[in-house]
């Protein structure tokens, strides 16, 4: 049984958009088929020059809006109806759940109410309202709704069957949403007053999701600012990446400017104005995250003040420049409209978990009843999984890169997410120092400790540990110097629960003093690991490709069942394929009879695991090859689980999967440790650190 929604919006710039992105990614979450579908495709309201930016996809379903005003005009709306109820008929056949997002009303299409109307009553479609409150009243705001609500039959209508609120306590905007001007703070927050209001009272008008404003969700790149005002990119810097969180237009002094140079803001200046520009870039250079520099007038600077400034520029301050004036310039920049632009991937994935989170669980589950769930997680599901055990788990995990920027915005996340709380390792006053720099906010569920003021308490028992080598007071204090060593001898303590490092340290210097101190559990002969192999329709557990460079038969076994072992304890149902470069007994040779014989001390040692080998790597994933080389094999064209013969095997092949495939990998996940020790990649990406730090807690929570 397919379920379907059309989300409409009540009102002007609601937030349509990334409401229905975070419901897919909801729906996602949950193990469903899901498909977006707008109907009609409008053009984003942003405006270079005198033009619409409006970007064309050729696949896209939806038609186009110029098409339908035509339709509309010669009375021939029953033709576009037909078009739309003949795509989404075949939409449900394919998907689980259809969500049809409305006509968005703007001054150039003030009918999108009647239409979306029109558009329910074919489609037959239950309707969702979503709804910002602006500057209404709670009074005020209720008669919106139930006037928004006449159109679709009034609150008591069947296919009516809730409201979304967006935006809770946003700053006064118009329409468009203003970029935030420098001071402008967000209210306090309260949702109860909104989620009590009495058109909520008729249990078949549900409040279905109370989302708040959130300033980093409509914090655009500087890139998007310098499209659309047209600007020449003096220097690029990290123009591609860094966001513009506030504005401030800057014709005072050096001396009163200080206070305006913050992270994220974008100083707007003229451009002949050398002490200020020298001002912001010096600035930057003493860590402070500026998001860019904007000369107006079309000045700019010249050759000495280039040199002048050339370390901030280096640094990855941008620097734009507009031909317009100040005042000009500033009336651009407060109608800049805020829409996602579509290939700004970082912020989709931001607000669709923002959103996501802020959903009725419930209303969501309900979409999956009668609905057979898709037994194969998919990246947003497996993700989701890892979170929810993770914020059950509620374990302090340490990070012996305190100093480090990623680490300490991976802890703040974890944080502000209930994922893991935090202790981070590190000199305190150079963590805040670099946390209120670079715009991030530490709440209570991150702890940084100093190391000098903590290692004399680990010089006992870690002699005491390791006496049997002969450790002296002396060489222990010297090895606690090393972060990772601390925080390795806190973790055998119990005083933490579980330890990620790697953003810095070498894999070897994350492992050895693990492998020394908390050592291997009692029903563990080796450590191994595990990637997460994140494709688009599932997740694949691939091991061994990080620790054990020719493990023997036994070895290989006990690698297949932790593997096992670790997918099951995160939702993937293990099936296992013993990889090798000949399925069953089409080829021979030493390693392949190593794979042989690992598979079955393996199903000796666990009968209870679906294992399977030697397969080729096509004949494990691939059914119709399964079905020439290994017809009558258990795992064979539905393997979940992938262990490879060896270090040089797997290291390769996750590598080349994930490049080629351009996928997202966890890990490596270390198994068989007493305590969770787990070791990252040194070009991590933030998201790689929190999920790792998700993985540490589940791991912990044994």
Known sequence: MSHQVMLVPAGFGVGLGSVVLGLYHACQQQGLKVVHYKPISQPARNVRRGRKVESANPDSLSLPISYVEEKMGDGDLEVVLEQIVETYSKLTQEYDIVIVEGLIPTTRQPYAARFNREVSQALSVNVVLVASPDNDSLEEFEDRIEVSAATYGGLKSKRLVGCIINKVNSPDTDEYGLLPREHEAQTTLDLDSWQNLSIFNDARFRLLGTIPWEHDLIAPRVKDIADYLG?????????????????????????????????????????????????????????TKVGALLLTNGYVPNDNVKALCQQALDAGLPVLSVQSDTWQTSRYIMSFN???????????DKVKQFVADHLDHDWVGEFTENVAVNRQFSPPAFRHKLTVLARNADKLIVLPE??????????????????????????KEEILRLAEQQGITLSSGVIITDPKEIIENYVGPMVELRKHKGLTDVVAREKLQDNVVLGTM????????????????????????????????????????????????QVLVYGDCAINPDPDAEQLADIAIQSA????????????????????TSGSGADVEKVTKAT?????????????????????????????????????????????????TGNTTYKAVQRSADLISIGPMLQGMAKPVNDLSRGALVDDIVYTIALTAIQADK
Do not use: W
């Open 231 to 287: 600007a020449d990119v003096l220097n690029e810097g990290d123009y591609e990446h860094r966001r513009i969180r506030s504005v401030s237009f800057c014709a005072r002094s050096v001396a009163n400017l200080t206070s305006h140079l913050a992270a994220g803001r974008l100083i707007v200046t003229p451009g002949d104005r050398v002490d200020i520009i020298v001002a912001t870039c010096l600035s930057a250079l003493n860590g």
């Open 338 to 348: 805020p829409e996602m632009p579509e290939d700004d991937v970082q912020r989709q």
């Open 402 to 427: 305190g100093n480090d920027i990623r680490t300490i915005k991976a802890a703040a996340i974890c944080a502000e997410r209930n994922i893991a709380r935090c202790q981070l390792l590190g000199d």
């Open 490 to 537: 806190m973790l055998q303590l119990g005083q933490v629960d579980g330890l990620v490092s790697g953003a810095v340290n070498t894999t070897a210097n994350t492992i050895r003093p693990a492998l020394q101190l908390v050592k291997t559990a009692p029903d563990s002969s080796l450590v191994s690991s595990v990637f997460f192999m994140l494709l688009p329709d």
């Open 565 to 584: 072992d670790s997918a099951a304890q995160f939702g993937i149902e293990p099936k296992v394929a013993m990889i090798s470069y000949s399925t069953g």
């Open 600 to 648: 079955e001390i393996a199903k000796t040692k666990r009968p209870d695991l679906i294992i399977d080998g030697p397969l080729q790597y096509d004949a494990a994933i691939m059914e119709n090859v399964a079905k020439k080389k290994a017809p009558n094999s258990p795992v064979a064209g539905q393997a979940t689980v992938f262990v490879f013969p060896d270090l040089n």
